[in-house]
């Protein structure tokens, strides 16, 4: 589930992971809709999230992770050498929301691809249908080009242990090469399995306004 909002939306909640299906409004689906990244509507927030687990990692996690390229090689790659600690799983769990926010979207060939890699078995949410999503999602009216720019991302560790991290990430949306005051953000649930970080779930657990006002910086951006 991916939330998105403008800074007068701030105080408002949005609809799960519909990015890749939405087209006009402000809720991004990791996986259920890249059209609803543009289209959906916001709904009222949710209870106040729990206070966050502090981070433990003694490095900070990266922004740009997978490269400025943003491809589904690099995304890839990003996996293969993410390390086994907390900064690394929040590195990964950016790399995904910002490689599933782009737009144009990637190719069938590449959602089916990435999905077999980062989707730790028995994956649930919105995330688990992240190929068929791709491959079903629709064009976005008037939309030439879009990304998600991490060097002003906020992340909050909701809940870690050495193999499994859940974490709120969110960045800041440009589109069509121009920076809009739309921020889009997940809670991502990672673990470490077969030796790499996958995803095993996608949710919305934290109000993207407590995200910028109390999460912490990335170590870097793109």
């Known amino acids: 589930m991916v939330r998105r909002s403008s800074t007068a939306d701030a105080r408002r909640g949005f609809p799960r992971w519909a990015w890749f299906v ?3 409004a402000v809720v991004i689906a990791l996986v259920a809709g ?11 927030a949710g209870p106040t999230a729990a206070a966050p687990v502090t981070t433990h990692a003694a490095a900070l996690p990266n922004g740009c992770l997978a490269g400025a390229s943003n491809e589904a090689a690099g995304l890839l790659k990003a996996q293969k050498e993410a390390p086994h600690s907390e900064a690394g799983a929040v590195g990964l769990a950016a790399a995904v929301l910002r490689w599933i926010a782009q737009y144009p979207r990637p190719t069938a060939g590449d959602g089916a691809t990435v999905s077999t890699a980062i989707l ?33 991302g906020r992340y909050v560790v909701e809940e870690a242990t050495p193999d499994m991290v859940r974490v709120t990430v969110g960045g800041a949306e440009v589109r069509n ?12 649930t990672l673990v470490w399995e077969d030796g790499a970080w996958k995803v095993r779930s996608d949710g919305n657990d934290r109000a993207l306004d407590d995200l910028f006002a109390t999460g912490s910086a990335f170590a870097g951006g793109c």
Do not use: C, H, M
């Not at 890249?34 to 009222?44: D, E, I, L």
């Not at 090469?177 to 921020?183: A, I, L, R, S, W």
């Open 22 to 24: 939405i087209g006009s």
């Open 34 to 44: 890249v059209s609803a990244w543009y289209q959906a509507g916001p709904r009222a």
């Open 120 to 152: 730790a078995e028995g994956a649930t949410g919105t995330v688990a249908s992240l190929a068929s999503n791709l491959a079903a999602a629709k064009p976005l009216p008037g939309v030439t080009s879009g990304s998600l720019n991490f060097a002003d």
């Open 177 to 188: 090469g121009k920076p809009t005051d739309q921020k889009i953000a997940s809670t991502i």
